[in-house]
Protein backbone atom coordinates (compact mmCIF):
# COMPACT_ATOMS: atom_id res chain seq x y z
CA UNK A 1 0.00 0.00 0.00
CA UNK A 2 2.24 3.27 -1.34
CA UNK A 3 -0.98 5.23 -0.33
CA UNK A 4 0.78 5.30 3.17
CA UNK A 5 4.20 6.42 2.11
CA UNK A 6 2.64 9.35 -0.47
CA UNK A 7 0.53 10.37 2.57
CA UNK A 8 3.41 10.25 5.16
CA UNK A 9 5.13 12.89 2.38
CA UNK A 10 1.64 15.23 2.10
CA UNK A 11 1.81 15.35 6.26
CA UNK A 12 5.47 16.73 5.52
CA UNK A 13 4.98 18.80 3.47
CA UNK A 14 1.96 20.36 5.32
CA UNK A 15 4.01 20.50 8.35
CA UNK A 16 6.34 22.91 6.59
CA UNK A 17 3.32 25.15 5.48
CA UNK A 18 1.72 25.16 8.83
CA UNK A 19 5.32 25.53 10.76
CA UNK A 20 6.11 28.65 8.07
CA UNK A 21 3.02 29.92 8.94
CA UNK A 22 2.59 29.89 12.43
CA UNK A 23 -0.65 27.50 12.25
CA UNK A 24 -2.32 25.59 15.03
CA UNK A 25 -4.72 23.54 13.09
CA UNK A 26 -5.55 22.07 9.37
CA UNK A 27 -9.48 21.92 8.66
CA UNK A 28 -9.43 20.44 5.59
CA UNK A 29 -6.90 19.14 3.03
CA UNK A 30 -7.52 18.58 -0.56
CA UNK A 31 -5.69 16.50 -3.15
CA UNK A 32 -5.95 15.99 -6.76
CA UNK A 33 -5.43 12.80 -7.78
CA UNK A 34 -5.36 11.36 -11.87
CA UNK A 35 -7.43 8.83 -12.73
CA UNK A 36 -4.78 6.91 -14.56
CA UNK A 37 -2.16 7.05 -11.25
CA UNK A 38 -2.10 3.37 -9.46
CA UNK A 39 -3.04 5.86 -6.34
CA UNK A 40 -6.01 4.37 -4.95
CA UNK A 41 -8.63 7.49 -3.17
CA UNK A 42 -10.25 4.71 -0.95
CA UNK A 43 -6.92 3.74 0.54
CA UNK A 44 -5.68 7.19 0.98
CA UNK A 45 -9.06 8.14 3.07
CA UNK A 46 -8.10 4.98 5.51
CA UNK A 47 -4.77 5.82 6.02
CA UNK A 48 -5.39 9.70 6.09
CA UNK A 49 -8.02 8.66 9.58
CA UNK A 50 -5.37 6.95 10.75
CA UNK A 51 -2.14 9.10 10.26
CA UNK A 52 -3.80 12.56 10.67
CA UNK A 53 -4.31 11.60 14.29
CA UNK A 54 -0.60 10.96 14.92
CA UNK A 55 -0.33 15.22 14.11
CA UNK A 56 -1.86 17.66 16.48
CA UNK A 57 -2.18 20.26 13.37
CA UNK A 58 -4.06 17.62 11.19
CA UNK A 59 -6.23 15.58 14.06
CA UNK A 60 -9.72 15.80 13.17
CA UNK A 61 -9.18 17.02 9.81
CA UNK A 62 -10.69 16.14 6.31
CA UNK A 63 -8.84 14.86 3.31
CA UNK A 64 -11.08 15.61 0.08
CA UNK A 65 -9.85 14.24 -3.19
CA UNK A 66 -10.41 15.47 -6.25
CA UNK A 67 -10.39 13.12 -9.12
CA UNK A 68 -8.51 14.47 -12.02
CA UNK A 69 -9.54 12.90 -15.26
CA UNK A 70 -7.51 10.58 -17.84
CA UNK A 71 -7.71 13.43 -21.11
CA UNK A 72 -5.89 12.32 -24.45
CA UNK A 73 -5.13 14.68 -27.26
CA UNK A 74 -5.09 13.29 -30.72
CA UNK A 75 -1.35 13.54 -32.34
CA UNK A 76 -3.42 13.03 -36.03
CA UNK A 77 -6.17 15.72 -35.54
CA UNK A 78 -5.71 17.47 -32.13
CA UNK A 79 -8.74 16.62 -30.28
CA UNK A 80 -8.95 16.63 -26.61
CA UNK A 81 -10.86 13.97 -25.58
CA UNK A 82 -11.79 11.40 -22.52
CA UNK A 83 -9.81 8.78 -22.58
CA UNK A 84 -12.34 6.06 -20.05
CA UNK A 85 -15.21 7.25 -21.91
CA UNK A 86 -13.92 6.49 -25.76
CA UNK A 87 -11.49 3.33 -24.98
CA UNK A 88 -8.44 5.46 -25.70
CA UNK A 89 -9.63 6.42 -29.36
CA UNK A 90 -10.44 9.78 -30.15
CA UNK A 91 -13.92 10.23 -31.43
CA UNK A 92 -13.50 13.18 -34.20
CA UNK A 93 -10.83 10.72 -35.81
CA UNK A 94 -11.08 7.77 -34.07
CA UNK A 95 -7.31 7.21 -34.19
CA UNK A 96 -5.58 5.68 -31.23
CA UNK A 97 -2.31 8.33 -32.08
CA UNK A 98 -2.70 10.69 -29.06
CA UNK A 99 -1.14 11.96 -25.61
CA UNK A 100 -1.88 12.20 -21.77
CA UNK A 101 -2.63 15.60 -21.48
CA UNK A 102 -3.73 15.07 -17.87
CA UNK A 103 -4.82 12.21 -15.83
CA UNK A 104 -1.31 11.32 -13.85
CA UNK A 105 -1.13 14.21 -11.19
CA UNK A 106 -0.86 13.71 -7.44
CA UNK A 107 -0.68 17.13 -5.91
CA UNK A 108 -1.45 18.99 -2.91
CA UNK A 109 -4.27 21.12 -4.28
CA UNK A 110 -5.46 23.27 -1.25
CA UNK A 111 -5.00 23.72 2.41
CA UNK A 112 -8.26 25.03 4.21
CA UNK A 113 -7.99 26.28 7.44
CA UNK A 114 -11.03 28.10 9.00
CA UNK A 115 -10.79 31.08 11.44
Known amino acids: ?8 GVTKE ?14 AVVLEVGEVTTVVPEF ?6 VLSDEY ?3 RGSEL ?3 RIPAIGQCRDCGANFALDEN ?18 EFLIKEIRILE
Do not use: A, F, K, Q
Not at 44 to 49: A, Q, R, V
Open 1 to 8: MHELTLLV
Open 14 to 27: IGEVVRENNLDHVD
Open 44 to 49: LLDGWS
Open 56 to 58: DYL
Open 64 to 66: IID
Open 87 to 104: EGRCPVCDSRNRDLVSGT
